[in-house]
């Protein structure tokens, strides 16, 4: 399966060069970095799957510089990270909301039979390609125990 989302990275690129945005370009830059890195370890072509996941790693890590720099009262770095995750943000599908993602974790419920905690890796196996760049998997891992737990 090809990616979509690599030559539009790389056009986006060439827009970016061509119009001066040296931000845009920059963090663009990143994530195309990001993705050769891993094509070139494990000598494979990312599909727009991986690549998402890519791009949600991301933006998480970005989230929690955020963070600690919000902690640090470091509100000019917290900007730039801002800044960072808004470029990223337009690449990854748009986010579910609540009651959507409470859905889905249902109907994987009823589709899987979990009920203990024990099933929450068959649980998050079948809601991850779901819900990749599309929901904060921490949260809906919190989500799914609160639920089996009870």
């Known amino acids: 399966m090809s990616s979509t989302l690599k030559p539009q990275l790389t056009t986006d ?6 119009s001066g ?13 990001a993705i ?3 094509e070139v370890d494990e000598r494979i072509e990312l599909d727009d799957t991986r ?5 949600d790693k991301m933006a998480k890590q970005r989230r929690e510089s ?11 770095l917290v900007a730039v ?3 960072e995750i808004d470029i990223i943000q337009e690449y990854l599908p748009e986010a579910l909301s609540e009651a959507e993602i409470n859905d889905l974790v249902e109907q994987s419920i009823a589709a899987t039979g979990a009920a203990t905690i024990k ?14 760049g599309r929901a904060d998997m921490g949260k809906v ?3 799914i125990k609160s639920r089996l737990s009870a």
Do not use: F, N, W
């Open 21 to 33: 945005d040296k931000k845009r370009l920059g963090v663009i830059r990143l994530m195309l970095a």
């Open 81 to 83: 990270e801002q800044a």
């Open 36 to 38: 050769k890195q891993i």
């Open 66 to 76: 955020i963070s600690h720099y919000s902690d640090a009262d470091r509100d000019d």
């Open 13 to 18: 690129m060439k827009s970016s060069m061509k």
């Open 51 to 55: 690549i998402l996941a890519v791009l």
């Open 119 to 132: 099933d929450m890796g068959k649980l998050m196996g079948v809601l991850k390609p779901q819900l990749q």
């Open 141 to 143: 891992s919190q989500l």
